[in-house]
């Protein structure tokens, strides 16, 4: 492991040493990101027991972990953005100041690598050699945390030329502390480009380049850079005669990007072929040609592992074969793993997420439901051949969405672009186990981006609108729902590989190829429209699926008016003007 400093980089390196006295490490090492630093690691992660070996005829490479009980998603009532005027965080985030935060978490964070090493960690979020990528340098104490960023950012020897002797990069400082969720915060500091993020272990919440960075950090720079930085997933649609169309879609946290970015077409769609470019995270920018590109920020999959298999998600469980981590799932007698809705027979017995035995007979779940595989994007037998393209791919449809049991039909266009960001705007979504707090609960989500915005949501609005302007052949934008629900629970629609059924509705939208009815909320699809040969679904589900009841809208436009309140004067004008057209159309 490398001793003496990697770069010579004065800003880095001043940063460093005043960290290392602040929390008084053992050790400092540099990462380079080689094989030989990865083999160091892992073994001794495995002496310590923070990793165990996972079978490697059967899963070559790869690694299981388990992080405290307490600490298996992301906590966002103790997120902060930490701007120096509360208002400019907005109010659907928590804020702190910046001084209070730096004292706050300075006295947790000091002294508390003692005894432990200190590694520095440059990362690229982007696509090497691009304008448009942001470099971070994490300072963590935590192996995990490294063997993570390995997979999921571009990092090691090639971040640390990217940064060069002066560039510019974002100080994401880390440390597990001692996992007491009393003196656990994750602190974002858009000012001064800054994470300070202490007393976890959990992805979200430690592996900086992702959510605090390539979102929270990002989405302050591109509202103020003229860009997007969103929590969406990319596809590629290529239809029988070789077309792509690409879609960007955003669903809050465990909503189904990942297994849409990834779907296989279903066999009433022959010749139809899906490309995976995303599925957590799209930056965009407008291209000379008045069009938007979208590129994945990310290298790796930090994916939901229930409900993955090779029925719902071929292409995932390909994917996480070999040369990945597998974090808080079952762990059975042969050193393989299991999680609930894996396929074939539920194993007799195991070691489950919280390090007890388990057995099939057991009450509770072997794997905790937000368990994760973190795997390399490269291996994912649908990866698109212009996921590193540093141009991106042009994107002509925006995708919203959530779970909803009732209210939002299967899918619906919205009638213009303010209209569109209306609809996003208007977003909300049953919590899943993405994040602490009660699950099941509908709450408001905007753009799947209500835990992730950087700054003042109103602003946020504001950003989308101006954006519209700029694009002169801007994505039309839609809302979909896979999980309307009848009276017995049961999901109305089959999803997955099926949900591209609606893509290509979509799509022929985008390319004027197929009409539609116009209805209060937006153009919905004429029955027949959506093909449903081949599924087990009566023209009186779909129609139900499509139906829009009117007094279930107007009930929602109350909540609806509650929530936009709260931005006072800063939610946009356009947003008050959509909301009174819609309760007009719907009187
Ligand atoms: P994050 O990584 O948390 O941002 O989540 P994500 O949006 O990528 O969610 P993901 O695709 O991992 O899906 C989460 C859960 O929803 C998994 O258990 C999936 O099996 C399930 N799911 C995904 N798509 C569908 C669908 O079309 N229908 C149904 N019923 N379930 C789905
Ligand atoms: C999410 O919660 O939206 C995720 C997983 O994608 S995490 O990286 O933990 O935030
Ligand atoms: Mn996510």
């Not at 690694?63 to 600490?71: G, P």
């Not at 935590?142 to 999921?152: D, F, T």
Request: contains cysteine.
């Amino acid at each position: 492991m490398q001793r003496e400093p990697l770069t010579r980089h004065k800003g880095v390196l001043e940063w460093v040493d005043e960290i290392a006295r602040l929390t008084t490490p053992d050790k400092i090492l540099w990462i380079d990101g080689s094989e030989k630093e990865k083999d160091e690691l892992t073994r001794e992660a495995f002496g310590t027991g923070e990793l165990i070996e996972l079978n490697q005829e059967k899963l070559p490479g790869c690694v299981y972990h388990r992080t405290a009980v307490n600490d298996v998603a992301r906590t966002e009532n103790l997120t902060f953005i930490c701007t120096s005027k509360k208002d400019d965080a907005g109010p659907t985030s928590n804020w702190m100041s910046p001084t209070d935060a730096y004292e706050k978490l300075g006295a947790i964070f000091s002294g508390s690598m003692k005894g432990r090493k200190m590694y520095v960690l440059p990362f690229i979020m982007g696509i090497p050699g691009s304008p448009f990528n942001k470099v971070g340098v994490e300072i963590t104490d935590s192996i995990y945390v490294v063997l993570n960023m390995r997979i999921m950012t571009r990092m090691g020897e090639l971040a640390w030329r990217e940064l060069g002797d002066n560039g510019e990069f974002t100080r994401c400082l880390h440390g597990k502390a001692d996992l007491n969720l009393d003196r656990r915060f994750i602190c974002h500091f858009p000012e001064d480009n800054a994470i300070w993020s202490v007393g976890s272990g959990y992805g979200g919440n430690v592996l900086l380049g992702k959510k605090c960075l390539a979102l929270r950090i990002a989405s302050y720079l591109a509202h103020n850079e003229g860009w997007f930085a969103e929590h969406m997933m990319i596809v590629g649609v290529e239809n029988p005669e070789g077309e792509v169309a690409y879609i960007a879609g955003a669903f809050p946290s465990a909503c189904g990007k990942t297994n849409l970015a990834m779907l296989i077409p279903p066999g009433s769609m022959p010749g139809y072929k899906v490309w995976t470019v995303g599925d957590d995270i799209a930056w965009m920018r407008v291209g000379d040609d008045g069009r938007l590109y979208a590129i994945n920020p990310e290298y790796g999959f930090f994916g939901v592992a229930p409900g993955t298999n090779y029925k719902t998600n071929p292409n995932a469980m390909e994917t996480a074969k070999k040369n990945t981590i597998f974090t808080n799932v079952l762990l059975k007698k042969d050193g393989t793993v299991w999680w609930e809705g894996m396929d074939g027979p539920v194993p007799d017995e195991g070691i489950d997420w919280k390090g007890d035995p388990w057995t099939k007979e057991s009450t509770e779940p072997g794997a905790n439901p937000n368990s994760r595989f973190t795997a390399p994007a490269g291996q994912c037998p649908s990866i698109s051949k212009h996921w590193e393209d540093p141009k991106g791919v042009p994107i002509s449809a925006f995708l919203f969405g959530g779970r909803r049991a009732s209210l939002a039909p299967l899918v619906y266009e919205s009638l213009n672009w303010q209209h569109g960001v209306f609809v996003g705007a208007t977003m909300a979504s049953e919590r899943t186990a993405a994040q602490y707090g009660k699950l099941g609960e509908v709450r408001r989500d905007p753009m799947a981006m209500i835990p992730f915005c950087g700054y003042n949501m109103g602003d946020y609005f504001k950003h989308w609108l101006a954006m519209g302007k700029k694009l002169s052949s801007a994505p039309r934008i839609y809302n979909v729902n896979w999980f309307r629900q009848d009276e017995s629970g049961k999901f109305l629609w089959p999803g997955f590989g099926e949900n591209l059924r609606v893509l290509k509705w979509v799509i022929d939208r985008c390319f004027d190829r197929v009409d539609a009815q116009q209805t209060p909320i937006g153009y919905v699809p004429k029955p027949g429209d959506i093909n449903i040969e081949g599924l087990d679904i009566s023209a009186g589900t779909m129609q139900g699926l499509l139906g829009i009841d009117r007094g279930q809208w107007v009930e929602e436009l109350k909540g609806l008016r509650e929530f936009f309140e709260k931005f006072g004067d800063r939610l946009p004008k356009e947003l008050w003007d959509e909301y009174h057209a819609l309760e007009k159309r719907l009187a």
